[in-house]
């Protein structure tokens, strides 16, 4: 049983009153998203009793309730990382809050590193399945069967008419999409070029340290998700020179208006 489904419940308390359409996991800085809503309500995660704090530059460690034209959004300004120390089923509870509130679709992004060739920075692309290399999994340990089965299916974690939606709309607005695999490790440390090509050969198109536990832990609780990474750099032996987190966040703010005209549109249409 998840420890902190209690946390996930006083959140649920403090945010409670109006129910999300859906909810929408934003990654490393892509957080202005959430400011472009009309806030309903806003908590700092520091006011959730047993939260844990976020350290990674380019996450607020903020909720937004909010309205998108006729949707009501739960968003994340950032989220909780493995590679900080946290449990693996502390890194879930931004989709254990959503479950809390009633909401059974949930955007996810990330910021990843390029693997596939034909790929760039600042490639949005959206996810069609993924590896899990990360060495954890959110579900460990004790199954509570209220909430979900002790052996959830993972043939389609990415729903497939929302990825055909979002490809549609991309086009529509004239920004290229590409689609791929996404694989996860623990990190913090990037990859080294020896892993990428390992990877490569394993048939990811991109690399993230995030996403995956909070898409298990979805379709644990029968919530349809769709993914899209934001390509911020490429991988290890294929970058030209070292990698710096800097590069992501620069990358991400370059695309930010780009990415939130699809999420927008995304989230107004599915």
Same mark, same amino acid.
């Given at each position: 049983?998840?420890?902190?489904?209690?946390?996930?419940?006083?959140?649920?308390?403090? /945010?409670?009153?109006?129910?999300?359409?859906?909810?929408?996991?934003?990654?490393?800085?892509?957080?202005?998203?959430?400011?472009?809503?009309?806030?309903?309500?806003?908590?700092?995660?520091? *006011?959730?009793?047993?939260?844990?704090?976020?350290?990674?530059?380019?996450?607020?460690?903020?909720?937004?309730?909010?309205?998108? @034209?006729?949707?009501?959004?739960?968003?994340?300004?950032?989220?909780?990382?493995?590679?900080?120390?946290?449990?693996?089923?502390?890194?879930?509870?931004?989709?254990?809050?959503?479950?809390?509130?009633?909401?059974?679709?949930?955007?996810?992004?990330?910021?990843?590193? +390029?693997?596939?060739?034909?790929?760039?920075?600042?490639?949005?692309?959206?996810?069609?399945?993924?590896?899990?290399?990360? +060495?954890?999994?959110?579900?460990?340990?004790?199954?509570?069967?209220?909430?979900?089965?002790?052996?959830? @299916?993972?043939?389609?974690?990415? @729903?497939?008419?929302?990825?055909?939606?979002?490809?549609?709309?991309?086009?529509?607005?004239?920004?290229?999409?590409?689609?791929?695999?996404?694989?996860?490790?623990?990190?913090?440390?990037?990859?080294?070029?020896? *892993?990428?090509?390992?990877?490569?050969?394993?048939?990811?198109?991109?690399?993230?340290?995030?996403?995956?536990? *909070?898409?298990?832990?979805?379709?644990?609780? $029968?919530?349809?998700? /769709?993914?899209?990474?934001?390509?911020?750099?490429?991988?290890? $032996?294929?970058?030209?020179?070292?990698?710096?987190?800097?590069?992501?966040?620069?990358?991400?703010?370059?695309?930010?208006?780009?990415?939130?005209?699809?999420?927008? *549109?995304?989230?107004?249409?599915?």
């Amino acid at each position: 049983m998840n420890p902190y489904l209690d946390t996930a419940r006083e959140a649920g308390k403090l /945010l409670a009153g109006t129910q999300p359409d859906i909810t929408v996991i934003l990654g490393s800085g892509l957080g202005e998203f959430a400011d472009r809503l009309d806030p309903i309500k806003t908590l700092p995660t520091t *006011e959730i009793p047993g939260y844990p704090h976020s350290t990674v530059p380019g996450h607020a460690g903020r909720i937004v309730l909010g309205r998108l @034209d006729e949707k009501v959004v739960l968003a994340f300004q950032g989220r909780i990382h493995f590679y900080e120390g946290y449990a693996a089923q502390a890194v879930v509870l931004p989709v254990m809050i959503a479950r809390q509130l009633g909401c059974d679709r949930l955007l996810v992004t990330n910021a990843a590193g +390029g693997i596939n060739r034909q790929f760039s920075p600042g490639d949005l692309m959206l996810i069609t399945d993924h590896i899990n290399l990360m +060495g954890m999994n959110p579900l460990l340990g004790v199954n509570d069967e209220t909430l979900g089965p002790r052996f959830p @299916d993972m043939s389609a974690p990415y @729903d497939p008419a929302w990825i055909e939606s979002a490809s549609t709309i991309g086009h529509e607005l004239g920004i290229a999409l590409q689609r791929g695999i996404l694989m996860g490790l623990s990190g913090p440390s990037y990859e080294t070029p020896a *892993e990428i090509r390992m990877m490569d050969r394993l048939g990811a198109d991109a690399a993230c340290m995030s996403t995956i536990p *909070e898409v298990i832990y979805a379709s644990y609780l $029968g919530i349809r998700v /769709l993914g899209i990474s934001c390509i911020t750099n490429l991988a290890s $032996g294929i970058a030209s020179g070292p990698l710096d987190h800097t590069e992501v966040t620069e990358t991400a703010d370059r695309v930010k208006e780009k990415f939130t005209r699809l999420v927008g *549109e995304i989230i107004r249409r599915i």
